[in-house]
C-alpha cells in the first residue's frame, strides 16, 4: 500500500469515526450545528439578566429589605443574628455554602455576591448560584432570591451554564438543602411559575410566617424571553 492509499483509508476511517461518533452521541452535541441556537445562547450569556439591578428586584424581599445591599456581603453567613419566628428544622453537614436539589440531580456552590450591579452578578454566575445580595440568611424569617444560568439539552457543562436548567421539572413537595454554617436547612418547594422578562416575582408569603426561598432563571433554558420562579417554603421544627 502507498502512501497515496494509506491517506485514503485514513481519511475514509477518520470520517466514519466522526460520523459514528456524532449518530452515537447526537442528543449531546446537535446543538453545536444549530447556529441561530448558538449565537442567541452567546448573546444571553453575556447579558442574562439585563432587566436586574438593585432597583427592579427591590418587590422580590420582604419585610427584610433595607436601602443597601451590605448586609449579604460576607460570604460566611451568620444565620443566628436575626430573628426568627420559628426554629428551622436542620440537620448538621461539613459542606459550606452550598445548594442541594436532589430531584434534578443538582449541588452547586453558593456565590454571596458582594454587589447587585449586573457585571458582577454575570460575573458570580460562572462560579456557581448566586445569592441576591438583600436577602435574608438561610434560616431566617423572610425571603431568599438564588439566581442561577440555565442552557438548553446537550449544552456542555462548563462552569455553571447549565445549573438551572431544570428547574421546570420541580414538583410541589420536592426539597430543596442550603448548607451553611456547619448547617443543612430544607426548603420545600411549593409552587413554580412563569413570569415576563423584568416583572416582580409574586411574592410568596408562608402561612406559618416561615423563610421563603426563590430560584430563578432565564426561561426557555438558556434564552433570555422570560422567568421561571420556583417558591419553596423553609421546612421548620413542629
Known amino acids: ?21 456524532l449518530i452515537i452521541n447526537w442528543d449531546e452535541v446537535s446543538w453545536i450545528f444549530n447556529y441561530r441556537e448558538v449565537y442567541g445562547l452567546t448573546q444571553d450569556f453575556f447579558n442574562p439578566y439585563p432587566s436586574i439591578d438593585e432597583t427592579s428586584m427591590a418587590g422580590y424581599f420582604y419585610p427584610n429589605r433595607s436601602s443597601t445591599v451590605s448586609a ?4 460566611t453567613p451568620n444565620t443566628e443574628s436575626q430573628t426568627q419566628t420559628a426554629t428551622p428544622k436542620t440537620t448538621t453537614t461539613t459542606k459550606q455554602n452550598m445548594l442541594e436539589i436532589p430531584a434534578i440531580g443538582i449541588e452547586a456552590p453558593i456565590v454571596f455576591s458582594q454587589s447587585a450591579d449586573k457585571t458582577a ?19 431566617q424569617q423572610g425571603q431568599i432570591v438564588i439566581l442561577g ?23 410541589p413537595g420536592d426539597l430543596i438543602h ?6 443543612q436547612y430544607t426548603y420545600i418547594v411549593r409552587k413554580t411559575e ?3 422578562r423584568g416583572a416582580d416575582v409574586p411574592a410568596y408569603e408562608s402561612a406559618s410566617g416561615n423563610g421563603v426561598l426563590t430560584l430563578i432563571s432565564c426561561w426557555p433554558p438558556g434564552r433570555d424571553y422570560q422567568r421561571i420562579a420556583v417558591q419553596a417554603e423553609l421546612v421548620t421544627e413542629q
Open 178 to 183: 442550603i448548607d451553611s454554617n456547619g448547617k
Open 121 to 139: 452578578i454575570t460575573n458570580d454566575l460562572n462560579k456557581g448560584v448566586v445569592f441576591y445580595p438583600g436577602s435574608v440568611y438561610p434560616g
Open 194 to 196: 412563569i413570569i415576563a
Open 149 to 171: 444560568h440555565s442552557a438548553p439539552a446537550g449544552w456542555p457543562k462548563t462552569k455553571y451554564e447549565w445549573v438551572f436548567s431544570d428547574l421546570e421539572d420541580l414538583k
Open 1 to 21: 500500500m502507498d502512501k497515496k492509499q494509506f491517506t485514503k483509508l485514513a481519511k475514509i476511517a477518520a470520517t466514519l469515526y466522526v460520523a459514528s461518533f
Open 72 to 75: 449579604a456581603t460576607t460570604t
